[in-house]
C-alpha cells in the first residue's frame, strides 16, 4: 500500500461540510454518518457498499474495517476510493461526493476509536472473518460465545487486522438539488502540487 501524508483539507471546503453535516442532523437524516464506500480491485472491478464515518478533520475522512474483509483487501492492493453522502432531508436534497487516495491510520488512533465502541461490536470484530464463507449462523454464534469467554472480565484488545482507513481527498463536489433537475455543483480539485480550485459544472 501507497506511503502517502495527508495533504490539508482546505478550511472553506471542511467548513461547508460542516455546515452540511449539521444540517443533516438537524433535518432528522436517519443516519448522518452513512456513506456509500467505492473501491476496485487492482484490475478495475468495482464494489460499493454503505459504511459509517468515524472522524474527519483537515486530514480527511475515516472509517473502519477488518484489513482481510473484501473492502480491506482492495483498498491495499489499489489504494483510492470514492465517498458518497446523500442527504435528502437537507435543503431539497444534498449529495457530497469525495475522491482521493486512502491511508492507515495509525495504531493509537484506531486503539482509540477501537476503545470507544460498544463491547458487543468489539467482541463481534474477533469473531468474524469479514467476507469469507460462514456456514451456519450457529457457527458465527459459537464463535461469538468462544470470544466472549475469552474475555471476560478483561477490556477487549484490538484485533490486529482491525484498523481504519483515512479517505485524503484529491476531489470534492458538493451536488445541491433543485425543481426540474436543475442542481447546482461545485467541484473542488487539487492538482499534482497540493494546489486546490474550484469550479461550477452543470447539472
Do not use: C
Not at 472553506?12 to 443516519?31: C, K, N, Q, Y
Not at 454464534?141 to 466472549?148: N, P, S
Request: aromatic share 10%; glycine share 6%; net charge negative.
Amino acid at each position: 500500500m501507497a506511503n502517502l501524508s495527508a495533504e490539508n483539507i482546505p478550511a472553506d471546503i471542511l467548513t461547508r461540510f460542516d455546515t452540511l453535516f449539521a444540517e443533516a442532523e438537524s433535518a432528522g437524516e436517519p443516519d448522518r454518518t452513512a456513506m456509500t464506500l467505492a473501491t476496485a480491485t487492482a484490475d478495475g472491478h468495482p464494489s460499493a457498499r454503505i459504511v459509517l464515518l468515524k472522524a474527519h478533520d483537515p486530514r480527511g475522512f475515516v472509517f473502519y474495517t477488518h484489513l482481510d474483509g473484501r473492502k480491506g483487501r482492495e483498498l491495499q492492493a489499489n489504494p483510492r476510493a470514492a465517498l458518497l453522502f446523500h442527504w435528502p432531508r437537507v435543503r431539497d436534497g444534498v449529495q457530497v461526493r469525495i475522491e482521493g487516495n486512502v491511508v492507515l491510520v495509525d495504531d493509537a488512533e484506531a486503539d482509540a476509536y477501537f476503545a470507544s465502541r460498544p463491547r458487543g461490536s468489539q467482541l463481534g470484530a474477533w469473531a468474524s472473518l469479514q467476507s469469507e464463507t460462514l456456514p451456519s449462523r450457529e457457527t458465527f454464534e459459537q464463535r461469538l460465545a468462544d470470544v466472549e469467554r475469552d474475555y471476560e472480565g478483561r477490556d477487549v484488545s484490538r484485533p490486529p487486522g482491525w484498523t481504519g482507513f483515512r479517505v485524503v481527498p484529491h476531489a470534492v463536489e458538493f451536488w445541491y438539488g433543485a425543481q426540474y433537475r436543475l442542481h447546482e455543483r461545485y467541484l473542488h480539485e487539487r492538482d499534482a502540487d497540493g494546489n486546490w480550485s474550484t469550479r461550477m459544472l452543470y447539472p
